[in-house]
């Protein structure tokens, strides 16, 4: 059983800061990519920030020098640093880890989802 668990959302002043932490835990046998994504009301899920299998950063035009992706390897964390936040950045933050476990039948490759956590930018 895979599970991954977001945290560190909340409420903050627009220019505030916040860390989220996207825990992955369980039968891995490996991690390919995560990244994290928003949806805000009435709005398509979209791509905030992922790092690829090669450990290289992407980032949405909205976030690029605001925002920054980082992982603990070793403790399987995902971590988005949000700086400068603005009104819009308000969402739900959702991790998303591409992960490799072993079945009776050979390696199988699927993409698990964390619950979400709220952001909200507002004075």
């Known amino acids: 059983q895979v599970q991954v668990v977001e945290s560190g959302g909340g409420l903050v002043q627009p220019g505030g800061s916040l860390r989220l932490s996207c825990a992955a835990s369980?039968?891995?046998?490996?991690?390919?990519?995560m990244g994290w994504y928003r949806q805000a009301p009435g709005k398509q899920r979209e791509l905030a920030a992922a790092?690829?299998?090669?450990?290289?950063?992407v980032y949405a035009n909205s976030v690029k020098g605001r925002f920054t992706i980082s992982a603990d390897n070793a403790k399987n964390i995902l971590y988005l640093q949000m700086n400068s936040l603005k009104p819009e950045d308000t969402a739900v933050y959702y991790c998303?880890?591409?992960?490799?476990?072993?079945?009776?039948?050979?390696?199988?490759?699927?993409?698990?989802w964390g619950q979400g956590t709220q952001v909200t930018v507002s004075s």
């Open positions: 790092l690829t299998s090669g450990g290289s950063p």
């Open positions: 998303k880890a591409n992960i490799v476990t072993r079945t009776t039948t050979g390696l199988k490759r699927d993409d698990y």
């Open positions: 369980g039968r891995m046998v490996d991690i390919a990519a």
